[in-house]
């Protein structure tokens, strides 16, 4: 391990070890400065110093590396100059970005650059074997070998990032950035498969938040800033996993952030809850659940009346039709009639699980299908006196009879 009596001739020897094709050795004097003990007192040299090790690890493609300087400059750093930690890692968040559309504009064959399922899977010796004797173009393969490792990098770029400003309450800004960019990568590539692990590991990280509340600089999701940062990236995961049609995902961000809204007891803001709710309507509709999409339209529209002040008339009449329309296509009878105890005990606990997604509060000694049923919600629909938007008084007529 090399030892620099000042912070000052670590840098000098490295760049005097990078102008002779020695990046390697360069990238170690740093490293071994960085996770020294005699440094642990935060100085602008040492923030320049991170700034030419982060550039050596991204051009190296040294991701542990990367992880080892950028925790131990978060402790030099978290009580006395967040600030400078922020800039380091966006710093590290360009370049990596810059790499790999560099490499994606070089190859000019995004198609080809990701043909891969798994960004962390490692390459077998059957796929080489394979690419071999079935004399893959030479065009092809260099794409693969330029591109698909730059973005391999990116989103171990991303992990490290999220696992270092994980729960604390000085970065949680930057950590919030860092799971919006970290969506719109997973989105612009169509990388559902670490989407799902991303969604993952935001959820590890809420779940170890609570678990652990001695934590030292801990978030406190009672304070209003804190707490929406977490809804908006709960919602940035909601809005990402629709538009990747992971359904199950998008179901899953639903549970999530009405976990996050039963923790605190506190409702968001009434535009959020707006895509809560449509956002629902897309769920239900696509598994089939017509009961529970109809409430989620009637929720929605219910929240639209109540707060939009600058929805059309026209629009409003639309989503009232929506409403309507959702209602009439719930299967008038119960297709459950006769079913086994087990498979009834089954869906009463889903029931009572959807009424509470969808805003409902149950009393236990009532049974939640005769809250959440065709029936109420046709009259909830007369009584509300929702069908004179709707269409006209035959909508209102038609609705009546329909309940009956």
Known sequence: MATFAKPENAL??????????????????????????????????????????????????????????????????????????????????????????????????????????????????????????????????????????????????????????????????????????????????????????????????????NKYRDQRDRPDLNLPESLQLYLDTRFEQLKAATELELWQEAFRSIEDIHGLMCMVKKTPKPQMMAIYYSKLTKIFWISESHLYHAYAWYKLYILQKSYNKNLAQKDLQLMASSVLLAAISIMPYDHKHGAHHFELENEKERSSRMASLLGFSLDSKKDTREVLSRSALLSDLVSFQRCHDICSARSERFVSSVGK
């Not at 391999?152 to 950590?175: C, P």
Request: proline share 1%; glycine share 4%.
């Open 12 to 209: 000098k020897r490295a760049e005097e070890l990078m102008n002779v094709g020695q990046k390697q050795a360069a990238l170690q004097a740093l490293h071994d400065l960085i996770t020294s003990k005699r440094y642990r007192a935060w100085q602008k040299t040492l923030e320049k110093i991170m700034f030419k090790y982060v550039e050596l690890c991204v051009d190296m493609r040294r991701g542990r590396f990367a992880k080892d300087g950028l925790i131990q400059y978060r402790i030099v750093c978290q009580q006395v100059n967040v600030s400078s930690l922020e800039e380091v890692i966006k710093y590290f968040l360009q370049l990596s970005s810059e790499k790999a559309e560099q490499a994606q504009a070089q190859a000019q064959a995004s198609e080809i650059a990701l043909d891969v399922e798994d960004l962390e899977a490692e390459k077998r010796p059957e796929d080489l074997m394979l690419g071999f004797v079935s004399g893959e173009k030479g065009k092809d393969r260099s794409d693969r070998e330029l591109v698909t490792p730059w973005f391999k990098f990116l989103w171990e770029t991303y992990r490290t990032v999220l696992e270092i400003l994980r729960n604390n309450s000085k970065l949680e800004a930057l950590y919030a950035m860092t799971a919006h960019r970290a969506f719109q990568f997973c989105l612009q590539y169509k990388r559902t498969t670490e989407f799902r692990r991303l969604c993952e590991i935001i959820r590890n990280h809420l779940v170890n938040l």
